[in-house]
């Protein structure tokens, strides 16, 4: 957790004018439009809209993972920009919120459309079970030969 804070507390510091002129014009829209529902993240996955990044450490992922999402750890976000594609919707990701939201904070101070899975990965897993599963990764399937 310490780690985090202080993360977020670099990221206040280096970009505390864009920072402070974000919250300056935070607004009921931009709170909806900072979420994102797990549902609507896969739609958009599917239709090849999105980049999911699971922003977990790399110990976390191996034990457990989405076969359609990034690990990029939030620790390494910062050397890693290269790696999202700024033509999709990026999609910060952990098991809950919270260093979903502070990834997210971060790609927008650098000019990325971004949004967070409000409903965190475990609801996610818990939903691509059976036949959720198996009509999420044909439609994902498609869209990834179409690319």
Known sequence: MNKILLLLLCCISLYSNDLEEYIKTFDYEERTNMKIKMVEMLNLVEEGKAEVIDIRFKEEFEVWSLGFTK??????????????????????????????????????????????????????????????????????KKVKKEQ
């Open 71 to 140: 690990n990029i750890p939030l620790n390494e976000l910062p050397n890693r920009l290269d790696e999202l594609d700024k033509s999709k919707l990026i999609i910060t990701a952990c098991p809950h919120n919270d260093r979903a939201n502070i990834a997210r904070v971060y790609l927008k101070q650098k000019g990325f459309n971004v949004r967070y899975l409000s409903d965190g990965l475990l609801k996610a897993v818990d939903y691509l079970r059976g036949d959720n599963a198996k009509e999420f990764l044909q439609e994902y």
